[in-house]
Structure formats: structure tokens, C-alpha cells
């Protein structure tokens, strides 16, 4: 244990700022994404109150679980993305301003990455159009 501790050359490194890291180590993967996919459904708020960089991280990591070859994983990223896209269909779309907190912030998140949300999705559609081709 000791050796592992100060020899630093040899332990596994990864770039934490990117989305994909956490896909490098599997059970931590799983874990990972079951939490998130919890925390979308079940306190959804919390996320929403994030700051707009910690919020658009969170939803890049769905987008490369999204990519993943993992079924479970991938699956457990379409429920979390349904989750928020829910919340955004009933509390943002439906023609009023938004007038929760978590609504509010929601949309400056939208506001502040338009394109977030389109480019996630985009893989729900490829997803689709290559299961219909075989």
C-alpha cells in the first residue's frame, strides 16, 4: 500500500474534466450512472440548482453513457435524460414562465447551452434509425 502511495508514475490516470473519464473503470460506471439516473428522477431540483458548468458536465457524462456499448449503462442515461426532459416539457414548455426556483434555473441553463439538449438527444434518434435498418 505504501508503494501505491508514493509512486505516483505508475497508477492509472485519467483527465477528470472530461465527461467520458468516469467510462474508463466499469463498476464505477454502473455506480455512477444508477446515481444519476436517481438523482434525475427522484431529486431532480437539486440538480437543476447546480451551477450552469457542473449542470452541463452532468448531462455531458449522459451524453457518453448514451454512446456507450453497455446496454444497462446507456438505458440508465435514457431514463435520466427523459427525466429531465419531462421536467422541461411540464414545468418550462407549456406556454407560462417558469415559476419555481428549479424551473427558473433550468432554463438559464438552457439559455446559457442551447445546443445541449439537441446534441443529446441527436443519439436517441441515431440510436433509433440504426435499429430500424436491420
Same mark, same amino acid.
Do not use: W
Given at each position: ?83 429531465? @426532459? ?24 438552457? @439559455? ?23
Amino acid at each position: 500500500m505504501a508503494e501505491f502511495v508514493h509512486n505516483k508514475t505508475q497508477r492509472l490516470t485519467f483527465d477528470s474534466s472530461s465527461p467520458n473519464g468516469i467510462l474508463l473503470f466499469r463498476e464505477l460506471t454502473k455506480a455512477y450512472f444508477g446515481f444519476v439516473e436517481v438523482l434525475c428522477g427522484s431529486h431532480i431540483t437539486f440538480i437543476l440548482k447546480l451551477d450552469t458548468a457542473t449542470f452541463m458536465h452532468l448531462v455531458g457524462s449522459l451524453e457518453s453513457g448514451l454512446k456507450g456499448l453497455d446496454t444497462s449503462i446507456s438505458s440508465q442515461c435514457a431514463v435520466a435524460v427523459d427525466n429531465l @426532459a419531462t421536467y422541461y416539457f411540464n414545468n418550462i414548455t407549456m406556454g407560462e414562465a417558469p415559476t419555481s426556483p428549479a424551473a427558473i434555473r433550468f432554463a438559464q441553463h438552457i @439559455a446559457d447551452c442551447p445546443s445541449l439538449f439537441p446534441e443529446v438527444t441527436h443519439h436517441f434518434c441515431l440510436s433509433d434509425s440504426l435499429q430500424h435498418k436491420n
